[in-house]
């Protein structure tokens, strides 16, 4: 056992580690910095979908980068299995790290439900784990099986699937609600569901799976809870994400709702010295202040900024003042993003707001040979006219402008604002300076106000 | 002559003028609007340059829409000679008009410098018009000539250079400074001035154009001011447009510097009844204070709105608080986009700012086939870190990047707020969330600070 000293020890070397390791790294010059790291190879988390199909279409293509070298930084391949918040130690098989400050980046693993528990030994059911071997199982696994189901329709699900489809797989995808339903409203979601059925998807919408029918250590069907029998192949669970925190759970650290560590705005926990970052650290959400089991990378990112900036002083006033749950994906040509509340969540949350839409093309005028049809919704507080949400489908450059509306979300601004919002418009890269969507969207939704 | 009353009158048929019809006509759906176009057919202003490349194509395909139709709005093609303030009329050859409220959007024209005034009567030189008969002319004219000069680096001119190029014309652009100088630093500035090279234009920097040489009302050479004679064939002067403002001026309407009509925030003139907006307008820079020169139809449309609503009484506190300066283009297969100051504006201004460069990829991981290089540069007061700049280069997403950085100068946030920014990130559509360029330019600036 050899014991080694660190001013500051991470444990996690995913993209919340890796940027806070950058960020202390460049904030405290003079203060060594050890990563921890679990696996020798990662994988870009919001990568993986695409090793399946046809855009990466290798393991080894969504490899995740080692961060930018630092000469005060050092990433070590080491398991941690203690932490000891008395003695500021952590332990693996070989090493106790000694640290002044330590931030806890475990990240998160593959959410299994109850009833899927004893499937997991089968052959040919997995959930979506991130390390290097997790994805390389599955994708050597399905390589020369024809049909997968996958069940999920949440961003993971819908990815998979649609990379799986365009392999020639014959792809179902079994979910509750409907396509990508915690993030959009039915009208946008519909659009999303019509280009997976258009590529051949099959959808099994509305119930839940209820058991994995298996026989011989190999699962061979899927039974709904309406009793319907849909045969699988393959099983991939994209049922989501829950923070992983057995390690932190079992050094005494508070856990919050979602099982997620107890941060303050700072990403510190109750140990001034002891910080939670990423997917394994407790949110909220910024609009309605709620408990939050949004898992983001760009989340992520952003808390490891404040943390890697805030381990020895306070530097700026405000932190991290919740989640906005902003997202983007693309489905087949078409992109969708959505930032904030929809209009669903809203009226669960019993708050009073309008929304407006308009549908426009993405390049002006629409005879532009790449012109795509692009939409926005907003909604807005009814009384103050405060942006609480958005949703964009359109071409590539959806994903962008679904963060300026995320922006609008976070610096708290109104339609009001939106509908004299200065734009850059041109021809070939965005939509007409009198009828952009998002200020189109914005007198839209003034109009009920 | 007849007599018309209206209770809004609207010059001008731009995208001013369209959007503050369709603004008034939803704000005071009681009220009848009469829109005076000038000519039957108008031009998408920027989407000009496209016509006479393979991108349009044809000046068919660059039609300006004519607005939404409603039913309290009427277009008349028909021109105002005269304005009454006293008796609240319009005057035309065939009309008078009297009205209660009245809205300038005449727009602009080309500037032609004093030296090129006397060479505009040549067969083989143009200035760049809106109408649809102004770019039909040059379309026509230019069809079987090899060699075309372009005089003038803005991005009329680049965008027009660099369609013509694409048809296999003999391009030269000439140019007293660099590509786009007054919106680009020279760092990316290079970047566009490289792909020019690349596409075979002739780059005559450096030196301005002194007079254009004739011979039998034919150009048939440019003199620049160190002596050199450079052979043209057609002569394309894209130097820049000045406020359309001989009618208001002849109405006794105060014009202020750069002779646009004086207007308030909220784009009153100095008679209460009375508006401008668009390019006929006088604007001040949101930054410097300064008035500008700045036109772009956004910002027209963004001042159509605010008149648009405001005609009867104001409705938000704060109409239209100065231009931002917010451009994009393509040159090849690179998008570049720029809001507010550069780094020599901001030096020329005497402003003491910092500011931070990140070059990532648009795309991650970087294996992603359509992956391209994004780069972000971000100018902000020293001392408080307020975004006062930003340039981009990058994929077509560019194009809405700075439109988030529009945002940020807009709701004038600091780097602190960017450093902590939450954004939607996915492998087919953004940079990495842990190398996101906006955020990492932050960054980098914030060193400085």
């Not at 400050?101 to 959930?127: C, R, W, Y």
């Not at 009226?347 to 308009?358: M, W």
């Not at 922006?407 to 919002?421: F, M, P, R, V």
């Amino acid at each position: 056992m050899t014991t080694t000293y660190t001013d500051i020890l991470i444990i996690g070397a995913g993209p919340a580690g890796l940027v806070a390791a950058n960020t202390a790294s460049e904030n405290y010059p003079d203060k060594k910095i050890i990563v921890l790291k679990e696996f020798e190879k990662n994988q870009v988390p919001c990568g993986i979908p695409y090793v399946f199909g046809p855009t990466l279409g290798a393991v080894e293509k969504n490899a995740m980068p080692c961060g930018v070298p630092m000469p005060n930084m050092q990433v070590i391949v080491d398991t941690a299995i203690k932490v000891d918040i008395n003695t500021k130690t952590v332990t693996s098989a070989s090493t106790i790290y000694s640290f002044d400050k330590l931030i806890f980046a475990t990240g998160s693993l593959p959410f299994v439900h109850a009833s899927f528990q004893d499937a997991m030994h089968l052959e040919n059911v997995f959930s979506i784990g991130k390390s290097y071997d997790d994805v390389k199982r599955i994708k050597d696994y399905i390589e020369d099986k024809k049909q997968i189901t996958v069940i999920g329709t949440g961003f993971i699900g819908v990815e998979i699937a649609t990379e799986l489809v365009m392999m020639g797989k014959d792809v179902t995808i079994i979910g509750g609600g409907g396509i990508l339903e915690g993030s959009f409203d039915p009208d946008m979601a519909m659009q999303a569901q019509a280009i997976m059925q258009e590529k051949g998807i099959k959808l099994a919408l509305g119930q839940h799976a209820k058991e994995i029918k298996s026989s011989q250590s190999k699962a061979y069907a899927i039974e709904l809870c309406d009793g319907t029998l849909l045969d699988a192949q393959v099983v991939l669970l994209a049922t989501g994400y829950q923070p992983n925190t057995k390690l932190a759970a079992e050094a005494g650290l508070k856990l919050a709702r979602y099982d997620g560590i107890w941060v303050d705005e700072y990403m510190r926990t109750k140990y001034k010295d002891i910080f939670a970052i990423g997917d394994c650290s407790a949110r909220r959400d910024f609009i309605t202040r709620d408990p939050s089991k949004v898992m983001l990378a760009s989340t992520s990112a952003a808390e490891a900024r404040v943390a890697g900036s805030s381990l020895y002083s306070l530097k700026t006033l405000k932190g991290f003042n919740g989640t906005i749950a902003i997202f983007s994906t693309m489905i087949g040509e078409r992109a969708f993003a959505s930032a904030g509340v929809t209009e669903s969540r809203a009226k669960e949350e019993n708050i009073d707001f309008v929304s407006g839409f308009f549908e426009g093309f993405n390049r002006h005028p629409a005879t532009i040979p790449d012109a795509a049809k692009q939409s926005v919704k907003l909604i807005a507080m009814r009384n103050s006219g405060q942006i609480i949400g958005g949703q964009v489908s359109g071409g590539k450059e959806a994903g962008e402008v679904i963060n300026i509306i995320g922006l609008a979300i976070e610096a708290e601004l109104t339609l009001h604002n939106l509908t004299s919002l200065q734009i850059a418009t041109q021809p070939l890269l965005t939509a007409a300076p009198t009828n952009y969507p998002i200020v189109k969207a914005a007198q839209n939704a003034l109009k009920k106000c």
